[in-house]
């Protein structure tokens, strides 16, 4: 079931230099369409909380305030680098850049689906969920690193939290998932996306959503932890915290962690709309790279909904939401998922 | 038969729980398709009610004269003293208001000025009344000295007004 070769649109990848040129444009592609998107999305979560809020959100800068984020980025850009005193000098600057490398790594095997179907833009390891669960285990180091180096018990509380909330909510995280490997056989990523059935009559692709939905619920639950947003946003608890990990950052450092905290949120939609809705699978349609855009942008209305709604929990009740309940019922998932798998087949 | 309550009544709570994180949900959701309660202000502006005390102004009759006697009432009812009134005596060649005297400066420091109110409420011929113009911002502290030419209704017996700014005249 597992391929190591890639598929090959077009004797590209075969080619040795072929194969370098695809890659390196698909990589200055992909950072520039994530940075956009990113960009897009911090718009979109503004306008969308207006919107619950009965407000416009931001709307001077350029139509329906579209050139905002350019406005900030400028802002922030020209802001003074300003470092307090007593921070650790290399650990302080390599958090933020940890922060949005992993952010951004994670995209190299994520596939997006071209019009002409299903292909990848990277790379196409078969152990891609697994690789991108690496890299965002990686944001727990960005978040400690920038706590403990800042030198401020704000940020060290921020950073401590967070590193607890990652780890625990992780778990839940890998093991919702481990039901999706075990019904595609595969932890390539776009075999997931790609899954397909031949029951009786029907024969053909079947969002997994449909096979695994706890999968899917212990995802969603844990995916809004892992990326630290409302109600699980304890690290940057502003109330208690001031500002968490990000109290000491500022200008194009404060930038990478922002970034890379929507580049995140990105990340797991485009997971979720991979592992459950099939992504941008020919299947789709000819237009799946559109069926996938629009999947991706529905998970972050979710995700801005959930924001506009919950109130922040309790450092208490995080932990026995993710130790008592998300991390059992994950067990259980797998196991009742393996019980009907051996016996289905 | 205790512990059966007990875990009874823990399975009704979870289904409540997520039956609230619903409520929650769809009511933030039905926040969305009402109308936007902002004003975007400055293109658009929230209205003033009839009592609504802002910028001062000098009255006049309907046949040009001035309202304003020069009893200096307004200046001794004024809490913070931000009014100065001068006064000087009509004569026939030269008639400013109706009765003996007039006002020949009237300034109110509105750096000073509170808005009570209480000027309005001194003056017995009802010459100076507080408008609805509250966007009185300004460049120095000398140009907060509003002198009596800026405070004058337009003279609606001469055709040219003499106004500074752009207020309109209260009605």
Request: net charge neutral; proline share 6%; charged share 15%.
């Amino acid at each position: 079931m597992i391929r190591l070769t890639p598929p090959d649109p077009g004797g590209l990848y075969t080619n040795a230099v072929g194969h370098w040129i695809i890659v390196v444009a698909a990589m200055v592609a992909v950072i520039f369409v994530i940075l956009t998107a990113a960009a897009y999305t911090v718009w979109f979560e503004r306008v969308g909380l207006g919107r619950f809020q009965r407000r416009p959100g931001p709307n001077r800068v350029g139509p329906f305030g579209l050139m905002q984020l350019a406005a900030d980025g400028v802002k922030l850009a020209t802001k003074e680098s300003f470092a307090p005193r007593g921070v650790d000098p290399v650990l302080y600057v390599l958090a933020p850049a940890i922060m949005v490398v992993a952010a951004f790594l994670a995209w190299s095997v994520i596939p997006i689906g071209l019009s002409s179907g299903f292909t990848y833009w990277i790379a196409n390891l078969n152990i891609g969920i697994l690789l991108v669960f690496a890299v965002s285990s990686m944001n727990a180091y960005a978040i400690l690193l920038g706590g403990w180096s800042s030198n401020n018990k704000y940020s060290l509380l921020g950073g401590l939290r967070a590193a607890a909330q990652l780890i625990s909510y992780e778990m839940a995280l890998g093991l919702s998932l481990v039901p999706v490997f075990m019904i595609a056989g595969s932890l390539r990523l776009s075999d997931i996306a790609s899954y397909s059935v031949h029951w009786g009559f029907y024969s053909g692709p079947v969002p997994l959503i449909l096979l695994a939905p706890l999968s899917f619920v212990i995802y969603l639950v844990s995916a809004v932890a892992e990326t630290n947003r409302t109600p699980f946003d304890l690290p940057e608890a502003e109330q208690e915290l001031v500002g968490g990990y990000l109290t000491e950052y500022s200008g194009l450092k404060f930038v990478c962690f922002y970034l890379g905290e929507y580049v995140n949120m990105i990340t797991v939609s485009a997971l979720a709309s991979l592992l459950f809705f099939a992504g941008a699978s020919p299947a789709v349609g000819p237009f799946a790279w559109l069926a996938f855009f629009v999947k991706i942008v529905f998970f972050l209305f979710l995700y801005i909904w959930l924001r506009a709604t919950f109130p922040r929990l309790r450092y208490d009740q995080l932990m026995r939401l993710g130790w008592k309940v998300m991390l059992p019922l994950a067990l259980l998932n797998v196991v009742v998922t393996a019980v009907v798998l051996v016996a289905v087949q | 038969m205790a512990e059966e309550r007990e875990s009874r009544r823990r399975r009704q709570n979870v289904v409540q729980d997520v039956a609230a994180l619903a409520t929650g949900l769809k009511t933030t959701l039905s926040e969305v398709f009402k109308p936007l309660v902002t004003v975007q202000y400055p293109e658009e502006k929230s209205t003033r009610s009839e009592r609504y005390r802002g910028r001062h102004y000098l009255r006049r009759y309907d046949n040009g004269l001035e309202r304003c006697i020069g009893c200096e009432l307004c200046a001794a009812a004024c809490p913070v003293g931000c009014i100065l009134v001068i006064a000087a005596e009509n004569t026939d060649e030269h008639r400013v208001s109706p009765g003996e005297r007039h006002a020949k400066v009237y300034e109110i420091n509105m750096l000073r000025c509170i808005f009570c109110g209480y000027c309005e409420d001194a003056c017995p011929v009802q010459a100076i009344v507080l408008g609805p113009e509250y966007e009185l911002s300004n460049v120095s502290r000398e140009q907060f000295v509003y002198t009596k030419e800026m405070l004058l209704e337009p003279n609606p017996a001469q055709q040219d007004p003499i106004r500074v700014g752009q207020e309109e005249p209260r009605r």
